[in-house]
């Protein structure tokens, strides 16, 4: 898959759970980094939607297949985040999304082994419009 050079991608913006009873959102994201990284230095990404805020400690990122909470992120020092590998930012939100169009907001806190732990984490910030499609 090519991804796209913003921190949020066009496509991978959704609803997930059955359509009666969604349970939430998911974002595709690319890494936040300039080159791939232990998952264990990302500490969490933040989301906001329409304005609602959904905080780092609950989101959960899916890599690989595998979806992490935060602190499995903090513990997975050995799984890698390749600069070609997508993400998926899991929110909890009971019903989901409408569809139409939504201003959806990512920060990522990232943690460098290089900086002093006073500038840490470290935050990428994105904001765009995307589409809920289907109900």
Not at 69 to 76: F, W, Y
């Amino acid at each position: 898959m090519l991804l796209e050079h913003s921190l949020i991608q066009a496509t991978g913006f959704r609803n997930f759970g059955p359509v009666d009873a969604r349970e939430g959102l998911e974002i595709r994201i690319r890494t936040p980094n300039y080159r791939g990284f232990r998952l264990s230095l990302l500490d969490g990404v933040e989301v906001t939607v329409d304005g609602e805020f959904f905080g780092y400690e609950v989101n959960r990122l899916r890599l690989h297949g595998i979806t992490y909470t935060l602190e499995e992120m903090r513990e997975a020092v050995d799984t890698r985040w390749e600069i070609d590998d997508f993400a998926t930012v899991v929110v909890t939100k009971p019903g989901g999304l409408t569809p139409g169009i939504h201003k959806v907001g990512i920060n990522a806190r990232l943690r460098s082994p290089y900086f002093p732990p006073q500038f840490q984490p470290s935050p990428v910030r994105q904001e765009r419009t995307a589409t809920i499609v289907l109900p």
